[in-house]
């Protein structure tokens, strides 16, 4: 069985910075693309980074030039660091993984939440 636990969250100023962390285990899981999402209260998931195996990356543009998403392949495990945060991006973050050989097998952590405020 696959699992995706993320790290890393907590509180921080407007302003600050802070990393999240997601690893995925699972007897022979090798992960694809990976990404993070982000779900505030009342809205809806939304995709905040991604990233492929090549490492080729994507972000929404809300967090462009703020965010960085990377990735380790041997560790199947995936990060994004976040700088001058905002209270908007206050949200339950969540970890996203597809399987390299079966892109239709999609799994999710249990997220974890981000707080930015006075």
């Known amino acids: 069985q696959v699992q995706l636990v993320e790290s890393g969250g907590g509180l921080v100023q407007p302003g600050g910075s802070l990393t999240l962390s997601c690893a995925a285990s699972?007897?022979?899981?090798?992960?694809?693309?990976m990404g993070w999402y982000r779900q505030a209260p009342g809205n809806q998931r939304e995709l905040v980074a991604s990233?492929?195996?090549?490492?080729?990356?994507a972000y929404t543009d809300s967090v462009k030039g703020r965010f960085t998403i990377s990735r380790d392949n041997v560790k199947n495990t995936v990060y994004l660091q976040m700088s001058s945060l905002k209270p908007e991006d206050t949200a339950v973050y969540y970890c996203?993984?597809?399987?390299?050989?079966?892109?239709?097998?999609?799994?999710w952590g249990k997220g974890t939440l981000v707080t930015v405020s006075e």
């Open positions: 699972g007897s022979g899981f090798s992960a694809g693309t």
């Open positions: 990233i492929t195996r090549g490492s080729v990356t």
């Open positions: 996203n993984a597809k399987h390299r050989f079966f892109s239709d097998r999609v799994y």
